[in-house]
């Protein structure tokens, strides 16, 4: 029913780490370059890090940048998000996206495939 379903969201402490998965299914995975964004209350969906069709690809946005790493797994349909040193600020609900297209856009409209989202909680 959905393509993308996102999992391993939870309550974490300052510093800890967490992973996230994104299950893709009813669409061609390996097609698909991927996207994680994240949306905090009142805040419009920002970008967090993106990864091409082949995984060779990857762009994070600056705040993220040597704390997270975005990988995938064609034969399982899956993309990954290793999240270490969290800080309270990354607390947000995390989506996942998927486009049909060699790079990954940064603009979310772009965007045709995504998922209903997992909520990552950090504590200080």
């Known amino acids: 029913q959905v393509p993308l379903l996102e999992s391993g969201g939870g309550l974490v402490q300052a510093g800890g780490s967490l992973r996230l998965s994104c299950a893709a299914s009813?669409?061609?995975?390996?097609?698909?370059?991927m996207a994680w964004f994240r949306q905090a209350p009142g805040k419009e969906r920002e970008f967090v890090t993106a990864?091409?069709?082949?995984?060779?690809?990857?762009y994070d946005s600056d705040s993220v940048k040597g704390r997270f790493t975005v990988s995938r797994d064609n034969a399982k349909s899956t993309v990954y998000l290793e999240m270490n040193s969290l800080k309270p600020e990354d607390t947000a609900v995390y989506y996942c996206?998927?486009?049909?297209?060699?790079?990954?856009?940064?603009?979310?409209?772009?965007?045709?495939?995504w998922g209903q989202g997992t909520q990552v909680t950090v504590s200080s």
């Open positions: 009813g669409v061609i995975f390996k097609e698909m370059a």
């Open positions: 990864i091409g069709r082949s995984g060779t690809f990857t």
């Open positions: 996206a998927g486009q049909s297209s060699i790079t990954p856009p940064l603009n979310p409209d772009e965007y045709a495939y």
